[in-house]
């Protein structure tokens, strides 16, 4: 069963940081492309950042919002996947999901999501 667990949303002030894990279960981390979506409060859904698969390289990709502030990485030891967030800004608000799509089948699957708030 594919389980993505995620942690470390929470509450900061503007110009704050915050860390969020995506600890995967019952994949085969390093065939699958992990990345971070989030849908802030009456926005459509934003691809944030991603990392392409262990098996096929690549360069991290992130959304214009966002490069130079947040940075994905990966720990295949831990079957993990970390979006660190520094410089926040309220329009940084919303539900962070993280996501991780099978580079064979495209099957995706999706974690329960993560509130992050930033506000003064």
């Known amino acids: 069963q594919v389980q993505l667990v995620e942690s470390g949303g929470g509450s900061v002030h503007p110009g704050g940081s915050l860390r969020l894990s995506c600890t995967t279960s019952?994949?085969?981390?390093?065939?699958?492309?992990m990345g971070w979506y989030r849908q802030g409060p009456g926005k459509p859904r934003e691809l944030v950042a991603f990392i392409p698969s262990v098996l096929r390289g690549g360069d991290t990709n992130y959304a214009d919002s966002v490069k130079g502030r947040f940075t994905i990485s990966r720990d295949i030891a831990k079957n993990t996947v970390y979006l660190q967030m520094n410089s926040l800004k309220p329009d940084d608000t919303a539900v962070y999901y993280c996501?991780?799509?099978?580079?064979?089948?495209?099957?995706?699957?999706w974690g329960q999501g993560t509130q992050v708030t930033v506000s003064s």
């Open positions: 996501y991780a799509q099978n580079v064979f089948d495209n099957f995706t699957s």
């Open positions: 019952g994949i085969i981390f390093n065939i699958y492309t």
